[in-house]
T-cell receptor, first 112, second 114 residues
C-alpha cells in the first residue's frame, strides 16, 4: 500500500536528549514536510523539502534539524535546544509545491 | 503571505442537524483551498479541495464547501451530521504558484451530540 509511515507512534525522552522521528513515503512525492501540532494552535510548519538534498526552514525551525538524503525519507531531529518539545508531530508529502498534501499518522513526543 | 482564520474554535451540534464551519483567508495572490479532518490521535485526512472551476466543491462523508472570492471565504457545510463526524477540522490555503507551503487555520472542534 502507498502511504506515509511515521515511527515511532509514541516516544518518551529525558530532557536534554536529542531524538529523531522517522518519516518514510512510498508515493514517489518530491516534497516533504514536518508540522508540529499543539492544542488550540493548529499546525505549524517546522521544515520542508521540495527536492532531495534541499530543505528550508518553516515558521518554527529553532531547535530542530532535518536531512533529505533520499527522496522517500525525511527524518526530523528534535534537539536539546528545543525549549518545549512535547507535542504531536506530523509528517506530510506532496507531488510538488502547490499540490495536495497527504499526512502520516503522526508521532507523539513526550519529554520528561 | 497568506493566512487563514477559522472563526469558531468549537462547534457543538445535535445529531442530524446541519452544520457550517467557517473559514476566511487572506492572500494577495490566487490560492488553492483545502479542508482536512483529524480524528483523535491520527493524522489529517483530506475532505475536499478547491482548485478552480465550480465554486461549490463536494467532498467525502457528505461534506461540501463553497468558495466565495469576494468574501474570501471557504465555509464547510453538511446538511445532517452523525456522531462519527466528531473531529477537528482544519482549513488550509496555498498559493497557486506553490512558492510558499500550505498554511493552516487553528482548527474547529466539531462535537456531535446524540
Amino acid at each position: 500500500d502507498g502511504g506515509i509511515t511515521q515511527s515511532p507512534k509514541y516516544l518518551f525522552r529525558k530532557e536534554g536528549q536529542n531524538v529523531t522521528l522517522s518519516c518514510e513515503q512510498n508515493l514517489n512525492h518530491d516534497a516533504m514536510y514536518w508540522y508540529r501540532q499543539d492544542p488550540g494552535q493548529g499546525l505549524r510548519l517546522i521544515y520542508y523539502s521540495q527536492i532531495v538534498n534541499d530543505f528550508q526552514k518553516g515558521d518554527i525551525a529553532e531547535g530542530y534539524s532535518v536531512s533529505r538524503e533520499k527522496k522517500e525519507s525525511f527524518p526530523l531531529t528534535v534537539t536539546s535546544a528545543q525549549k518545549n518539545p512535547t507535542a504531536f508531530y506530523l509528517c506530510a508529502s506532496s507531488i510538488g509545491p502547490g499540490n495536495t498534501i497527504y499526512f502520516g499518522e503522526g508521532s507523539w513526543l513526550t519529554v520528561v | 503571505a497568506q493566512s487563514v482564520t477559522q472563526l469558531d474554535s468549537q462547534v457543538p451540534v445535535f445529531e442530524e442537524a446541519p452544520v457550517e464551519l467557517r473559514c476566511n483567508y487572506s492572500s494577495s495572490v490566487s490560492v488553492y483551498l483545502f479542508w482536512y479532518v483529524q480524528y483523535p490521535n491520527q493524522g489529517l485526512q483530506l475532505l475536499l479541495k478547491y482548485l478552480s472551476g465550480s465554486t461549490l466543491v463536494k467532498g467525502i462523508n457528505g461534506f461540501e464547501a463553497e468558495f466565495n472570492k469576494s468574501q474570501t471565504s471557504f465555509h464547510l457545510r453538511k446538511p445532517s451530521v452523525h456522531i462519527s463526524d466528531t473531529a477537528e477540522y482544519f482549513c488550509a490555503v496555498i498559493e497557486k504558484s506553490g512558492n510558499t507551503p500550505l498554511v493552516f487555520g487553528k482548527g474547529t472542534r466539531l462535537s456531535v451530540i446524540a
